[in-house]
């Protein structure tokens, strides 16, 4: 029980931030969450796996209702669902499993901060850098342990999101928990392969050399730890294990997949792991059983990832004709991120390359530049960057951070040169969660190198006094940063009167009553085509299509196939509606019936539609 202590104290402050941070919120607040509310709402309702919203034309969809999922998954939804049968659809309801979940993040940083910094290999690092005396490692793994799990459960800009029904959540824990048991289950492998380098094998050596001098036979154990190589019946036992953690690990991935797509870089990462970590054996004698091994826990990673996913592919097949829709694909070939949302099908891999090499490159800088500020800024609140990076260069042959090193910079490139436009418009800053908790583990780390590098010039420092000095102040920082950014975004503490978005609880606040105005003057199976169409839908329950950004004509297209009789034109709007938003121009066809006000007192337009 005792064991357990750290664990609770931590589940429970973790457990009371997350409730005081979700009561003040009133709705989703933006498209992602909408979406997911409204597929729980249809899954409860034993509709299934569809939507009454189109908020892209990607796929280039029938027609309504639609199939639903195929670009953002389904995890979120089905994790809300049962909650809406019980209790009903509600925003309020909807927080229930992401409360709870984001509470056990934390718990899995301090679990997985204390097994690496109490290791022996940790003894030695602890001694390299001399902070401590190596007897006290201890306290030193549990003092890192506290730091990295109130880094994350305090993550500064993620505050608001750990609470929101969305992926942020789902695919945090199930990524990291993915890449753990990547991990463990590379170090089972390892161990059947590979000579073992601790003191405590050291020391089986000596003893052998010992026997020797003395005459005396070795055991077989003895021998074959001499060599490098367990008995086969410990063998045996290690490849069970580690098939067990790939197994599980496969299933953690599927997990992730479901949560969002980028969870499929996860099926890199265990070849590439196993891979990079026994390179040296795969040309050693023993190498055709090193091949047989790897190809059966390849084997037993992918079919527990096959377990959960078939289900999903079939879906998809008998849905829409294809087991993995391809629509979300089209994205890698935008010229700039309105273009997700155009009517007119033309994201081509031609058109992509007419559009010149330079912008191309250029477009991939930008990218990268705001990716690693989207990382700098969201996963280490900025002041534990530098932090972040000692830790991790001193933890880089930590098998643990293998497979998260891996991941990290198949995702990192994966959104930067595929997904260009997407990945810092919001991408990115949902799969990096699933970075936080290795992130928050280096930290400490990288903070005490820092202090034991200014006191070696500081001679009146106790280094030890002064990591642990440090630790507590940024901690402080971070829990003082994560609610300074959840209070700007939520009430009213706006650091410049400028801002354009309104806080959370006014955000669309002009919908409900557009909603009842329709109600009143158009045909209940009138569609609505909005910059929002999730969260119009949720509070009028009128079917909603996105606004094409392409063009006016566009907005006639889409009207004609999908029944939309109105449109609404607000602050947020495309491109080529400015003009027509500050009521510069008129066009033909479309009629402004009803003027309201947003949040910030901003005009919003509705248009009729000529049919």
Same mark, same amino acid.
Request: charged residues 20%.
């Given at each position: 029980m005792k064991n357990l202590r750290p664990y609770i104290l931590l589940f429970i402050l973790t457990l009371a931030f997350r409730i005081l941070t979700a009561l003040p919120l009133q709705h989703a607040g933006y498209m992602d969450a909408s979406y997911t509310m409204h597929v729980a709402e249809n899954l409860a309702r034993v509709r299934g796996f569809v939507e009454d919203v189109l908020w892209n034309y990607l796929d280039n969809p029938s027609g309504l209702p639609h199939p639903s999922n195929l670009y953002w998954m389904p995890l979120p939804s089905l994790l809300i669902a049962p909650w809406f049968a019980?209790?009903?659809?509600?925003?309020?309801?909807? /927080?229930?499993?992401?409360?709870?979940?984001?509470?056990?993040?934390?718990?899995?940083?301090?679990?997985?901060?204390?097994?690496?910094?109490?290791?022996?290999?940790? !003894?030695?690092?602890?001694?390299?850098?001399?902070?401590? *005396?190596? +007897?006290?490692?201890?306290?030193?793994?549990?003092?890192?342990?506290?730091?990295?799990?109130?880094? !994350?459960?305090?993550?500064?800009?993620?505050?608001?999101?750990?609470?929101?029904?969305?992926? @942020?959540?789902?695919?945090?824990?199930?990524? $990291?928990?993915?890449?753990? $048991?990547?991990?463990?289950?590379?170090?089972?492998?390892?161990?059947?392969?590979?000579?073992?380098?601790?003191?405590?094998?050291?020391?089986? #050596?000596?003893?052998? $050399?010992?026997?020797?001098? =003395?005459? /005396?036979?070795?055991?077989?154990?003895?021998?074959?730890?001499? /060599?490098?190589?367990?008995?086969?019946?410990?063998?045996?036992?290690?490849?069970? !294990?580690? !098939?067990?953690?790939? @197994?599980?690990?496969?299933?953690?991935?599927?997990?992730? &997949?479901?949560a969002r797509v980028d969870g499929i870089l996860l099926l890199a990462v265990v070849p590439l792991a196993i891979i990079f970590s026994l390179r040296k054996m795969i040309f050693a004698p023993r190498s055709s059983s090193f091949v047989f091994r790897f190809l059966l826990f390849a084997f037993s990673f992918l079919f527990g990832y096959l377990l #959960?996913?078939?289900?999903?592919?079939?879906?998809?097949?008998?849905?829409v004709g294809n087991p993995y829709p391809s629509a979300g694909t089209k994205t890698i070939f935008l010229t700039n991120y309105d273009e997700l949302f155009r009517f007119t099908d033309d994201l081509t891999l031609e058109r992509y390359l007419a559009w010149g090499a330079g912008n191309i490159f250029e477009s991939k800088l930008v990218a990268a530049a705001r990716n690693v500020f989207i990382i700098v800024f969201g996963d280490l609140q900025v002041f534990l960057a530098p932090f972040a990076l000692i830790g991790w260069w001193q933890l880089r042959n930590n098998k643990y951070f293998l497979p998260f090193t891996i991941y990290f910079l198949l995702l990192f490139f994966a959104m930067t040169l595929l997904f260009t436009f997407p990945s810092w418009r919001g991408s990115l800053l949902h799969s990096a969660t699933a970075l936080l908790p290795f992130l928050a583990i280096a930290a400490p780390r990288g903070i005490d190198a820092a202090v034991e590098f200014i006191a070696r010039k500081r001679k009146t420092w106790d280094a030890a006094i002064a990591a642990r000095f440090f630790r507590a102040g940024?901690?402080?920082?971070?829990?003082?940063? +994560?609610?300074?950014?959840?209070?700007?975004?939520?009430?009213?503490?706006?650091?410049?009167?400028?801002?354009?978005i309104p806080l959370w609880n006014d955000r669309d606040a002009h919908y409900p009553q557009?909603?009842?105005?329709?109600?009143?003057?158009?045909?209940?199976?009138?569609?609505?085509? %909005?910059?929002?169409?999730?969260?119009?839908?949720? %509070?009028?329950?009128?079917?909603?299509?996105?606004?094409?950004?392409?063009?006016?004509?566009?907005?006639?297209?889409?009207?004609?196939?999908?029944? $939309?009789?109105? @449109?609404?034109?607000?602050? *947020? &709007?495309?491109?080529?509606? /400015?003009?027509?938003?500050?009521?510069?121009?008129?066009?033909?066809?479309?009629?402004?019936? =009803?003027?309201?006000? *947003?949040?910030?007192?901003?005009?919003?337009?509705?248009y009729e539609i000529a049919q």
């Open positions: 019980i209790f009903g659809a509600a925003y309020r309801i909807a /927080q229930i499993p992401f409360i709870l979940l984001s509470s056990l993040l934390p718990l899995f940083t301090f679990y997985l901060a204390r097994k690496i910094f109490a290791r022996d290999d940790a !003894t030695a690092r602890v001694e390299e850098i001399s902070l401590i *005396d190596p +007897s006290r490692v201890r306290a030193v793994a549990s003092d890192y342990a506290w730091a990295a799990a109130l880094f !994350t459960a305090f993550s500064g800009f993620y505050t608001i999101y750990w609470v929101s029904p969305d992926n @942020f959540t789902p695919f945090a824990l199930t990524a $990291a928990f993915c890449l753990y $048991a990547i991990a463990r289950g590379v170090e089972e492998m390892g161990r059947g392969f590979t000579r073992i380098k601790s003191d405590q094998e050291q020391k089986m #050596f000596d003893v052998i $050399a010992s026997n020797a001098e =003395a005459k /005396q036979s070795p055991s077989r154990t003895e021998i074959a730890s001499s /060599q490098g190589v367990y008995p086969e019946r410990s063998e045996g036992l290690l490849a069970t !294990t580690s !098939t067990r953690w790939f @197994f599980l690990a496969g299933i953690l991935a599927a997990l992730s &997949h479901l #959960f996913m078939l289900p999903w592919f079939a879906r998809n097949y008998f849905a940024f901690v402080g920082m971070a829990i003082f940063f +994560s609610v300074f950014l959840y209070a700007q975004g939520v009430f009213d503490f706006q650091v410049s009167e400028a801002s354009t557009i909603a009842r105005w329709l109600d009143a003057n158009a045909r209940a199976d009138d569609s609505v085509m %909005v910059i929002d169409p999730p969260s119009f839908y949720n %509070v009028s329950h009128r079917r909603a299509l996105m606004l094409p950004t392409d063009s006016a004509e566009a907005i006639f297209a889409a009207a004609r196939k999908y029944n $939309a009789r109105y @449109f609404i034109l607000e602050f *947020d &709007h495309p491109r080529p509606l /400015q003009e027509l938003y500050a009521e510069k121009i008129s066009i033909v066809g479309f009629t402004r019936v =009803a003027i309201f006000r *947003d949040a910030l007192n901003r005009r919003v337009f509705v």
